[in-house]
């Protein structure tokens, strides 16, 4: 009964280091024998070399040592759940959710394995094979091999959890950098747009538009029951734990979302006539983003509409409105309000209406540059020059609105309607009307 290093002498002259542990006969009441391979073999003639490897060889045996004494069914166990087959294990972690990237990683993962590895056959090489494996595939992109790698980590320390693999050696590689993404997002305008365009699901367009004016995750919509949604002080709220990061959340839901709510109450009746405790009762992610796609480009959109264009869509328009941005990251539940600046990119209306507040010359003014201030350019600098500002007439107030206002508009991306004025915040607006509803807030 104990934990010994075997060596055991190969063909052609090296001396592989295995290690036996023994724990008497499983007629008697033991639990019998194993054998790990350390991976670990040397020439004997090459010395110092091979008193290397057996140092090392000692070192795994003195681990398995220290778990022999402290619970050895748990050792033999664990033995049992590391000769299974991790790409099994994987298959089976997903079956729930079958989300399209943890089905790409499975594809990727048999592509680069052949189908089957043993959980005792993982270590840091192996993963550091597969990330070279994922960075040398052109058929995608840094950032999804990044995705892909992060989701095999996450996916291996369950594993290590579990008991079927010995040491958590996933924090020893470094993770892959994702590249700077565009995230796309929609105006107040373009959500209209989409919501006037027709749409082949209308529960999906519902969800879609309720996570425009909520910042919630699909995965979080997808779970969301009438249950999550309560009042206080006449306040409506969803309470709900994210898929995602395991934190409860309290979010306060804005009056569109509240309507867009009744309208699925309406759709209840088609979509679960046997009942169902779910708010949104929709279908597989594969077809929701199909239904997403042929809807954007009804709407007009340029680019393929996805889900989460809703949360970007949700985070622009609070920072457009003025919020602050500790109040945006407590809506959207991020964890570290640095993932909440990112957003901060997305959104230059604000500084571009405060640039157009700066003054301009009078149209009656000479514009003249004093030859001193161009002294220091080069030849080819000198020979561009801005084109002109058209300011408004001097002491003509309704003209300088006029022109603010349509500033503003475009700054904001919104659109005219039928009868020509913009619609911002739910209200429709002339520019003179637009310029000055702006300043008030301001």
């Avoid at 002294?375 to 000198?382: A, G």
């Avoid at 001097?394 to 039928?418: C, D, F, H, V, Y």
Wanted: charged share 25%; net charge positive; aromatic share 10%.
């Amino acid at each position: 009964m104990g934990v010994k290093i075997r060596e055991r002498k190969l063909a052609g002259g090296e001396v592989a280091f295995y290690i036996d542990v023994y724990h008497g006969d499983p007629k008697q009441g033991g639990l019998g024998r194993f054998s790990v391979k350390t991976g670990l073999q040397e020439y004997p003639k090459n010395r110092k070399a091979f008193n290397t490897a057996k140092a090392e060889a000692e070192d795994l045996r003195r681990g398995y040592e220290k778990d022999f004494q402290a619970d050895p069914v748990a050792l033999f166990e664990r033995k049992a759940k590391s000769a299974g087959d991790f790409i099994e294990y994987f298959r089976t972690s997903i079956e729930k959710n079958s989300y399209p990237h943890e089905l790409n990683t499975l594809k990727k993962l048999i592509s680069f394995s052949g189908g089957v590895v043993p959980f005792d056959k993982l270590n840091t090489a192996w993963l550091e094979r597969f990330k070279a494996f994922l960075l040398k595939d052109e058929a995608i992109s840094k950032n999804t091999a990044s995705l892909y790698f992060g989701f095999l980590r996450k996916t291996m320390r369950q594993a290590w959890k579990a008991g079927f693999i010995k040491d958590d050696f996933t924090g020893k590689v470094d993770s892959i950098g994702g590249g700077d993404v565009q995230r796309h997002f929609l105006s107040f305008g373009d959500v209209e747009a989409l919501r006037n365009a027709p749409c082949k699901n209308e529960m999906v367009k519902q969800a879609f538009l309720f996570g425009c004016f909520v910042g919630a995750r699909l995965s979080d919509i997808e779970r969301l029951t009438w249950d999550n949604i309560f009042v206080v002080n006449g306040a409506p709220f969803i309470r709900f734990q994210q898929k995602k990061t395991g934190q409860y959340e309290e979010c306060p839901i804005p009056p569109q979302a509240v309507n867009i709510l009744m309208e699925v109450k309406k759709l209840h009746p088609e979509f679960a006539p046997d009942g169902d405790d779910r708010v949104f009762i929709l279908l597989n992610r594969s077809a929701i983003n199909k239904i997403l796609h042929l809807w954007g480009y009804r709407s007009g959109l340029t680019w393929d509409l996805h889900f989460h264009a809703s949360r970007h869509t949700m985070a622009t328009m609070m920072l457009s409105s003025g919020s602050d941005i500790y109040t945006v990251s407590k809506q959207l539940g991020h964890r570290d309000i640095s993932t909440t600046q990112k957003y901060c990119r997305l959104v230059d209306t604000k500084r571009v209406a405060e640039v157009n507040r700066l003054p301009v010359f009078s149209t009656h003014e000479p514009q003249t540059v004093a030859l001193s201030s161009l002294s220091i350019v080069s030849t080819q600098e000198q020979t561009i020059h801005p084109e002109p500002v058209i300011a408004p007439k001097a002491g003509s107030i309704a003209a300088a609105l006029e022109a603010e206002g349509e500033a503003i508009a475009r700054a904001l991306r919104l659109k005219k309607n039928p009868a020509g004025r913009y619609i911002f915040d739910g209200r429709e607006y002339s520019a003179k009307e637009l310029a000055i509803a702006v300043s008030r807030d301001e």
